[in-house]
Each structure stands twice: as C-alpha cells, then as structure tokens.
C-alpha cells in the first residue's frame, strides 16, 4: 500500500507568508515541501528535486503560474493544484485548460487544501488500482492502445501525454467503452469527492483529451458527447 503522506510537495507563490503558511500546514501532515517564489525558481526545484505534487499560484513576477505550468506539462504529468485568488468560472476553466488538475481559490480552507492534496497525491499515486479495472494490462479502441502497467497511452503508435487526471478518465471511459457517464459520476470516480456544479470541470478535461486522441476534434472518432447525458468511449 502507497503512503502518500512520504510524497514531496513544491509550493509555489510570490507571498512568502503564503508559501510559508501552507508548508507549515502540509508538514504536520508528514510532507516534505520545496519552496519556491515564482515560475523560474519553481522550474529548477523540479529538476534538482523528485516532486509528487505542485501549489502554485497564476500572477507571480519572472514567470507566472500559468506559464510555468504550461513547462511542466511539457515533460511531467504530476498533479498540479492552482491556488488563485481569481475566483471567477472562467479563471478556474483557463487554470484546468491549461493542465491543472485542480483549482483551490483564496482565501482558502486549510483542511480543504489538505484533503485535495491528499486526493490528488492518491489518484496520481495509486493511478490504475483494483477498483473495478479488468485484469488485462492493454485496452485497446481502434487506434488507442493503453497499457495500464507503463500508464502510457498511444493513438495510432505514437505516444501521448496525460496528465494524472486525463488518464483516470481516458482509463475510465476505456475501460467501459459505449458506456455513457454523467460528468457527476465521472467526477465522482475519478476525484473521489463528492460531486456538485462539476460539469465545466469535467467538460475542460474531456476538450483537453479529445484535442491529444483525435484527428479533428471537432468530429470525434473516439471519445463522444451524448448530449444532455454525458460522455462515452466509442466502441471500435
């Protein structure tokens, strides 16, 4: 069994009462935390440090949090929480869009932020576990390939890059192909949390998807939206 309170944790924000106040908080729960001030020293604690988990804020000096994640996700699928005082649906839906996997608005609860923390480290963490995943180590769609073992996934023999998130719900949806899922129950299963007012969360995670599987995304082969219902895997 993964213990994720050994994980590391990068924080990451100009606030230095901030940063200092959540490392304090996330060390009593057993983290090791890496600080950092803005995009650019974020970027090279990553390549000195194994990190598990980013917080990060979006305006920072040098280079800001949207930037800095936009260069992470080039080479990492890590979960990335954005911690914002923007708190408008737009901002949250540019945050996801972009590659987070979650957005916390400030000010915030602080037993809030530890249980997203805690269930992102755990998603990310125990990616592909037991819970109702058949035995096989490869799914395969048409030209989608993935292999559970490696969590890799491949359209058409080339390799694709999802991030934690994107592929609990690529595997979920897989998994079940023809299978129609609210973005409720989609939420549901691959946050374990509770659902409510999910459905431009989950919707900015299926587009994110669907531009890295299809050749027009705009006329899905692959991954369906049943209208007024939910999402589908296409059967192949």
Do not use: C
């Not at 901002?91 to 916390?104: N, P, V």
């Amino acid at each position: 069994m993964i213990n994720i309170e050994n994980s590391s944790i990068l924080v990451v924000d100009d606030d230095h009462d901030i940063v200092n106040a959540i490392a304090a908080l996330l060390s009593r729960e057993g983290y090791t935390i890496y600080k950092a001030y803005n995009g650019l020293e974020a970027m090279d604690v990553l390549v000195q440090n194994d990190v598990q988990l980013i917080l990060i804020d979006v305006m920072m000096p040098k280079l800001d949090g949207l930037s800095a994640m936009m260069k992470i996700r080039a080479t990492k699928n890590i979960p990335i929480i954005v911690l914002s005082a923007k708190s408008e649906d737009s901002d949250k839906i540019l945050g996801l869009s972009m590659g987070a996997d979650d957005y916390i608005t400030k000010p915030y609860n602080p037993m809030e932020l530890v249980a997203r923390v805690q269930s992102n480290l755990r998603r990310y963490l125990t990616l592909g576990a037991a819970e109702g995943l058949r035995k096989e180590n490869t799914i395969r769609l048409g030209g989608l390939v993935l292999d559970k073992e490696g969590k890799q996934l491949s359209v058409d023999g080339s390799p694709v890059k999802l991030t934690a998130t994107e592929y609990r719900i690529t595997e979920l949806l897989m998994e079940n192909a023809g299978r129609i899922f609210s973005a409720e129950e989609i939420y549901s299963r691959v946050w374990n949390e509770d659902s409510f007012s999910v459905e431009n969360t989950v919707m900015v995670h299926i587009r994110h998807i669907r531009e890295k599987i299809e050749i027009n995304p705009g006329d899905p082969r692959y991954l369906k939206v049943v209208w007024g219902i939910g999402y589908k895997m296409e059967k192949q």
